[in-house]
């Protein structure tokens, strides 16, 4: 018997002219590969810090305390609530489906954490931010850690923006 015409076999010939002859196809190939890199990093950075959190949720509890910014009935369920939210946007990141809204959802809590961090240095305070778990306070650690969510903002918008179904479809336009 012979082929269908449209059957799968001349989709993926179709796909592979169009790839080929459209350099816009081949460099958002490019950026689909730093797109899935960045997810899969950030996803291996969040859950092991969602992980190291619910190791100890009081000393977590106490870390939050320090920053002084929320209220104290606020405390309890942000240690508690923060880390399995943590755990499941980084898991989120690997499926392309739910990649685009995993990646909002670690961005805007990168910026949420930069805010504390900036807010907590701009009073002078030394305190241990609990992302990793327990540590030493320290200020020289906390700028890092600040510098750190300012990178996880730009990965994670990186991904949110090449997620974005319009990239998908202006990358294979002819």
Known sequence: MGRLVGGQAARDRRERAVSNLNPIGRAA???DYLALA?????????VVAGCEKLRD???????????????ASLISPLALGLPPFEILCGLLMLAPRT?????????LLSMVFFAALAAALA???????????VGAPSR???WLEAGL???LFAGTLIVYLR????MRRAAFAI
């Open 99 to 107: 990649r685009r809204v995993a990646a909002l959802g670690l961005m």
């Open 140 to 142: 020289p650690r906390m």
């Open 163 to 166: 997620s974005s179904p319009e």
């Open 29 to 31: 190939a490019r950026s």
């Open 38 to 46: 960045i997810s899969l990093a950030v996803c291996v950075l969040f």
């Open 123 to 133: 009073r002078g305070l030394t305190l241990d931010c609990g992302c990793f778990g």
């Open 57 to 71: 949720p009081l000393d977590f509890a106490d870390n939050i305390f320090g920053f002084a910014i929320l209220p």
């Open 149 to 151: 969510n300012l990178v």
